[in-house]
């Protein structure tokens, strides 16, 4: 290797750490930033080896309007593309989901109630978009979805009948291929908006959320507890109750057949706005309790979008109350 080519390798190596921090069992990458406007409580879903993103809220001065917006992410090659915009209402804080190499992206609303109940199918090969039933129960926000056996599970989310909002527990299904809904068992915990969920084989689970808000302290009140769901008995088992500040907004993701839960917020924490906001990394373990075994090394956030391909996770957009991001990075984590 003569000196100008080891030069430029020294140069690449350096560059290539500049984006990628290792802490522990757990290597980050930095990746290109979302081009959008919209960055906070969008939908989004995978396909392949892409990450869709649709619509969500820009919190800026002059701004707040709800996004139609849409946006794939390839990440083999890390380039965003721009793809048909939502053909119904923009949305912010709705559900997305895949099966069967389409995306479907339901619920949601604009902020001002009531929400919406319209169910759309994208198709990637053609990119279109094709409206399909819509959700049967209450309009809502921020809820779960679980994707098991080719079906959707929505469990639970946030009602507002225009003076109050309401968290709901129901559970209902979708069948893409008959395109039907059908409602199942009703979620037994405590339920919340804005729970973190992930899939594990042919379970479900899903966990804390934020329950409601009180006029004494705490003020803000939030579910502790993780469930685990079986659709083909339709039952819930209880996996855990958490011994830590609960939060609402993070994101659930699995890898390995393992568990894990990153960032969220808890209002009751801290003595500013800027406390409420987390960027812990937890693991479900083989007690099935929940272990912190790391923090996020971007900047702490909520209402983020986060996805698992290819064994790694992506995590990025979102904000807090004074700052939005259009970051993205790759999570590595051993399981071993």
Not at 245 to 263: E, K, M, P
Not at 293 to 313: L, M, Q, W, Y
Request: charged share 20%; aromatic share 14%; glycine share 12%.
């Amino acid at each position: 290797m003569d000196a100008v080519t080891k030069k430029m390798f020294i140069v690449g190596i350096v560059l290539l750490l500049a984006h990628t921090l290792i802490s522990g069992r757990i290597v980050t990458t930095k990746l290109s930033s979302f081009p959008g406007t919209n960055m906070v409580d969008c939908q989004y879903f995978t396909i392949g080896d892409c990450i869709y993103i649709n619509g969500g809220v820009n919190f800026q001065p002059g701004t707040g309007e709800v996004s139609k917006e849409m946006w794939e992410y390839n990440t083999k090659n890390d380039i965003w593309s721009q793809k048909k915009e939502y053909p119904s209402k923009g949305r912010k804080g709705g559900i997305g989901f895949s099966i069967l190499g389409k995306g479907y992206v339901v619920l949601g609303g604009d902020g001002i109630p009531p929400r919406y109940t319209s169910c759309w199918e994208y198709n990637p090969v053609n990119d279109s978009w094709i409206q399909k039933a819509n959700f049967p129960g209450k309009p809502r926000s921020l809820s779960s979805a679980l994707v098991l056996n080719n079906k959707a599970y929505i469990v639970g989310g946030q009602y507002n009948d225009g003076s109050k909002n309401t968290t709901l527990s129901d559970v209902w299904e979708f069948d893409p291929k008959n395109n039907s809904w059908k409602q199942k068992k009703e979620f037994p915990g405590n339920s919340g908006w804005g729970s973190f969920n992930f899939v594990i084989d042919s379970l479900g689970y899903v966990g804390q959320g934020q329950t409601g808000i009180t006029t004494s302290f705490p003020f803000f009140l939030y579910n502790k507890s993780t469930w685990c769901y079986n659709p083909s008995s339709d039952t819930w088992d209880k996996v855990n109750t958490f011994n830590g500040n609960a939060v609402s907004r993070a994101i659930g993701f699995s890898l390995s057949d393992t568990g894990f839960w990153i960032g969220g917020s808890n209002a009751n924490l801290g003595e500013t706005v800027y406390d409420w906001f987390l960027k812990d990394i937890y693991q479900l373990d083989k007690s099935n309790a929940w272990t912190k075994i790391g923090s996020f090394n971007g900047s702490a956030r909520t209402s983020g979008i986060g996805v698992t391909v290819d064994n790694k996770f992506y995590y990025g957009l979102g904000g807090n109350i004074l700052e939005q991001f259009t970051d993205l990075w790759s999570i590595e984590i051993s399981t071993d």
